[in-house]
């Protein structure tokens, strides 16, 4: 008997980032027809913060009656076997994967924690990393315009059209300075393309999203107001819209994109390379 559910809470485990399992997990869950209910816990390397991800298990668990969803990349034995004990389904990301290499190339794996081998073995991308962290974070929402040189891209788009998402998601992932830009009210009255983006066009990206889906997600931030309107979603829309197709600025929808495919989508129109693989 197939049991009807709306949503399933899902949480990401790893004693490293946790990148990893949430990447796979949309990856499998975007194969279902429920709303996941996500959480990540990364660098649980520790019985105390494992007692703490239990809890949060056993709490879910309670609450709606239904094991949640665990994807986990856990090296360390005594941690793995005791979020295994939990009242949760437990997905291991590497293990079918690791079990698979071991059989081709007849030889056993030495685990170690993710978090050591980044730092140590993989330093110099480490901090590739953390420093396109800290560009992107830095020009998120326009909050400056200065350092525009250094960026490997510049995202454009109306409030809530998945630029700072899209942004972070680039740099963690791609190892790419990403800058991004809201065109916000009074932009829109007089819109026109500012002069500190005329020199770096080449840069330049938009995203747009489908006005019903900006209005529900400007209407969970600041129900009834004019921002979330229906007039107001689609007269920004369709302005931002004729600015990316007068300048010539390649654009995509981003409505029914998960992050990982809008930042790919962005990679193979613009001919952007992965400065981390």
Not at 10 to 36: K, M, N, R, W
Not at 172 to 190: C, E, K, S, T
Not at 206 to 214: N, S
């Amino acid at each position: 008997m197939q049991i009807d559910i709306q949503s399933r809470d899902v949480f990401y485990v790893s004693d490293g980032t946790a990148i990893t399992c949430e990447t796979l997990g949309h990856v499998v869950l975007g194969q279902f027809p429920f709303e996941a209910n996500e959480r990540t816990f990364p660098f649980v390397e520790s019985e105390d913060k494992l007692s703490d991800l239990l809890k949060e298990i056993e709490i879910s668990y309670l609450a709606t009656g239904h094991e949640p969803l665990v994807f986990f990349s856990i090296v360390i034995p005594e941690i793995k076997l005791k979020l295994l004990g939990a009242p949760a389904h437990c997905y291991d990301v590497l293990e079918s994967i690791v079990q698979k290499v071991q059989d081709d190339t007849k030889m056993a794996p030495k685990p170690k924690l993710q978090r050591s081998r980044s730092v140590n073995k993989d330093s110099d991308k480490y901090f590739d990393r953390i420093a396109a962290i800290e560009y992107t974070l830095a020009h998120d929402d326009g909050i400056t315009l200065k350092g525009l040189e250094e960026a490997d891209i510049i995202l454009l788009g109306v409030s809530r059209s998945g630029k700072t998402p899209t942004s972070l998601y680039m740099a963690m992932q791609f190892g790419l300075r990403v800058a991004n830009y809201p065109f916000i009210h009074d932009d829109i009255a007089r819109l026109r393309l500012l002069p500190e983006f005329e020199i770096y066009r080449h840069k330049l990206f938009g995203l747009t999203i489908d006005a019903e889906r900006l209005t529900e997600i400007r209407e969970n931030r600041l129900a009834g107001s004019e921002y979330a309107s229906d007039s107001q979603c689609l007269y920004e829309l369709q302005t931002v819209e004729g600015l990316f197709r007068r300048e010539a600025i390649p654009y995509i929808n981003t409505s029914s994109l998960s992050v990982e495919e809008i930042s790919t989508r962005i990679l193979e129109r613009t001919g952007l390379r992965r400065r981390l693989l």
